[in-house]
């Protein structure tokens, strides 16, 4: 049995946020079978019908279908799991900061919306991510955000900010009308 996480906003809806080990989808879900795809930080989003579908490169997996698993991995980028319990829609999205500013987030609320979603009725738990305080960035990183975006950043050593991806994404989120967003606060590198 692995270890992992769980987001009390998703109640009873069954999922997990690994730590460390990879997570065994039978803990999650058993007898399920497991849907991923080669992710390359984009926003491209995919709506999957059956487990064995082949899904082309992407970053975030929606469905209403009872009984597929949905994963992703990441690193220090931000896990997004989505779902609205009402329609019956899961999502599951990789946001690093590419994929955020990217609108990956705002295309998987999109992707659920067109499963039968409604965007107040969608809940959606940041697992472990790189914290403010551990992710450090150069003016060029800086610079390619909007300007208000300049909350998300505080200043660093010269010539350096730190960037603050978790509220980026609950940003993102709730401006996508998501009805609620709940971070962990999981720092990936501390």
Not at 101 to 121: K, Q
């Amino acid at each position: 049995m692995s270890t992992y996480l769980k987001a009390a906003s998703l109640g009873s809806i069954p999922h997990g946020f690994s730590t460390a080990a990879e997570l065994d989808v039978a803990d999650i879900l058993p007898g399920a079978p497991l849907v991923r795809l080669k992710q390359v930080h984009s926003s491209a989003v995919f709506a999957v019908t059956h487990a064995d579908e082949a899904l082309p490169e992407g970053d975030a997996l929606v469905t209403d279908r009872p009984g597929l698993a949905l994963g992703i991995v990441t690193a220090d980028c931000a896990p997004v799991l989505l779902a609205d319990p009402a329609a019956g829609v899961i999502g599951a999205a990789h946001a690093g900061w590419r994929g955020a500013l990217g609108e990956v987030l705002e295309n998987t609320v999109a992707a659920m919306v067109s499963l039968g979603a409604e965007p107040a009725n969608i809940v959606a738990a940041i697992g472990p991510t790189i914290a403010q305080a551990s992710y450090e960035v150069d003016e060029g990183f800086r610079n390619a955000f909007e300007e208000e975006d300049t909350r998300f950043f505080v200043s660093g050593r010269p010539g350096h900010c730190q960037f603050d991806l978790p509220a980026y994404v609950a940003h993102r989120l709730q401006a996508a009308g998501v009805g609620l967003v709940e971070d962990l606060g999981e720092d990936t590198y501390a």
